[in-house]
């Protein structure tokens, strides 16, 4: 597919063009078929979105990695406590991937068709310009946080460079600003899986609400510092992601129903 | 006017129809899909459907290739190179005739 900057561009020139000939009515027409055959041309790849396999695994993810976090505070000193830990850090790593192939192989091809999309070089370059981004918020977030979040000082005469390491129990500023930005980032990222689906769905701007607003009163109702928020954070995005994508997977699979044995 | 008519004349008559525009435009955004995703997506008859693959791989447009998912037979389609250039001629033809 084209540069979409391009092609508005060119749009934009073609407008022009026509306004100066006196004919935009006929170019608005020509550009209405134009963007029906787009519409069209799209419409394979909203599957993977609107029968709520990537929420579900999305949900799964965040549930795994608030009950990787509260492992290591419920359950009693042991090997097996890191283990457990690992384990569920582990099935958030694979929960998306592994729901996404799921719904493609259980889901999409006996209910709607096979069907493979063309690699787009667009696609990596996006990839490649996230993790870059995101390795440089982390690394930059982690700058900002260390002073606040880790208070050093030397802990004894035989091992001067030691160091021991205490939280702070309540919430600082920055603690709170960051799970609120969570909670917006989630918000805007359920936006982006429903952008299809939500006209269809209006309850997920309940959904989206609750998402976006939580965060904040979750973190107040529980104090602490950020690592102590986070856990029932995640548990509560996690779960409200896991809900609305089972139940769009419900509603996908009564409206989708497989084709007789005869159909091809 | 008459060069608009005679923009509008020379559009790909194969692909002009507008049930294979659908099915064009549909293969046009896919690598490889089979034929009961296409009926799905264009909500034709397996009769209309059979009939306009046929005729755009008669044109060269669409490559039609039977095989087996298992055990079950399943019937791949996707664009040919002669078939993306035919669509996007297509496409600018249009915004041209208008």
């Known amino acids: 597919m084209k540069n979409p900057i391009a092609q508005y561009i060119q749009f934009v020139r073609n407008i022009e063009r026509a306004k100066r000939e006196g004919r935009t009515g006929e170019l608005l027409k020509a550009a209405k078929e134009n963007a029906e055959l787009q519409k069209i041309m799209l419409r394979p790849r909203q599957y993977a979105t609107t029968n709520g396999a990537g929420e579900i695994g999305w949900g799964t993810a965040w549930l795994c990695f608030a009950l990787s976090s509260y492992a290591s505070v419920i359950l009693p000193a042991s090997p097996w406590r890191g283990r457990v830990g690992m384990f569920f850090l582990l099935c958030a790593c694979v929960a998306m991937p592994i729901c996404l192939w799921a719904s493609k192989k259980f889901v999409i091809q006996p209910r709607i068709g096979y069907v493979a999309f063309r690699p787009e070089k667009s696609r990596w370059i996006g990839m490649i310009i996230g993790m870059v981004v995101a390795a440089g918020v982390s690394i930059a977030l982690s700058l900002w946080l ?29 603690d709170k600003l960051l799970i609120a930005g969570g909670g917006l980032m989630n918000a805007i990222l359920y936006l982006m899986f429903n952008a299809v689906s939500i006209k269809e769905h209006r309850w997920k701007w309940a959904s989206f609400v609750l998402i976006l607003v939580m965060p904040p009163i979750i973190g107040h109702l529980h104090p602490g510092n950020y690592l102590q928020m986070s856990p029932p954070v995640m548990l509560f995005q996690g779960s409200v992601y896991f809900l609305s994508g089972v139940i769009t997977l419900i509603w996908f699979l009564r409206h989708h129903q497989p084709p007789a044995p005869e159909a091809e | 006017m008459n060069e608009q008519l005679r923009a509008i004349s020379e559009l790909n008559r194969v692909i002009h129809e507008p049930g294979r525009l659908m099915i064009v435009a549909l293969l046009a955004g896919v690598k490889e899909c089979d034929f009961l995703f296409l009926l799905n997506e264009t909500k034709m008859n397996k009769g209309n459907l059979s009939s306009h693959l046929a005729r755009l791989e008669e044109a060269g447009y669409v490559e039609i290739e039977k095989t087996y998912r298992g055990k079950v037979p399943m019937t791949l389609l996707r664009l040919t190179r002669k078939g993306r250039t035919a669509f996007d001629e297509y496409r600018k033809g249009l915004m041209a005739a208008f």
Do not use: R
């Open chain 1, 146 to 174: 260390i002073p606040e979040m880790i208070h050093a000082a030397p802990s004894s005469a035989h091992h001067a460079a030691a160091t021991t390491v205490s939280m702070h129990d309540t919430p600082s500023g920055s």
